[in-house]
Nanobody, 117 residues
Framework: QVQLVESGGGLVRPGGSLRLSCTAS????????MGWYRQTPGKERELVAT??????????IYPDSVKGRFTISADNAKNTVYLQMDNLKPEDAAVYFC????????WGQGTQVSVSP
C-alpha cells in the first residue's frame, strides 16, 4: 500500500504564502492524477487542486475558490507533489491532504494550515 506523508503547513497571516509537500512511498504520479484536498471540522473534504501528467504535458485544474492563488506541481524523481499557496485567506485554513484523484489511497495525517492576523 502506498503511503502519503504531507508536510509544510503552518500559521501565516492573510496574504501570506505556504508551500505544502506530499511524498509518496513510491512513484505513482505517472500512473494516477493527483489531488490536494482540504478539510475543516464538520465539513466534507474539498478538492482544491488536480494534476495529471499526460504524455502531452501536465494538466492542472483548480476550483474558482483557489484559482490564481494555488499551484500544484510534482517532482517525479522525489515522489513528491507540491501545493504552492499564495495570497492566503482566512477561509483557506484547513487540514490539507494529498491523494490520487479520485482518492483511492489511504489518507495521510495531513498538514494543518492556519491563516490569521
Amino acid at each position: 500500500q502506498v503511503q502519503l506523508v504531507e508536510s509544510g503547513g503552518g500559521l501565516v497571516r492573510p496574504g501570506g504564502s505556504l508551500r505544502l509537500s506530499c511524498t509518496a512511498s513510491r512513484n505513482i504520479f505517472s500512473l494516477y492524477a493527483m489531488g490536494w484536498y482540504r478539510q475543516t471540522p464538520g465539513k466534507e473534504r474539498e478538492l482544491v487542486a488536480t494534476l495529471a501528467l499526460l504524455n502531452s504535458g501536465p494538466v492542472t485544474i483548480y476550483p474558482d475558490s483557489v484559482k490564481g492563488r494555488f499551484t500544484i506541481s510534482a517532482d517525479n524523481a522525489k515522489n513528491t507533489v507540491y501545493l504552492q499557496m499564495d495570497n492566503l485567506k482566512p477561509e483557506d485554513a484547513a487540514v490539507y491532504f494529498c491523494n490520487t484523484k479520485p482518492a483511492t489511497l489511504a489518507w495521510g495525517q495531513g498538514t494543518q494550515v492556519s491563516v490569521s492576523p
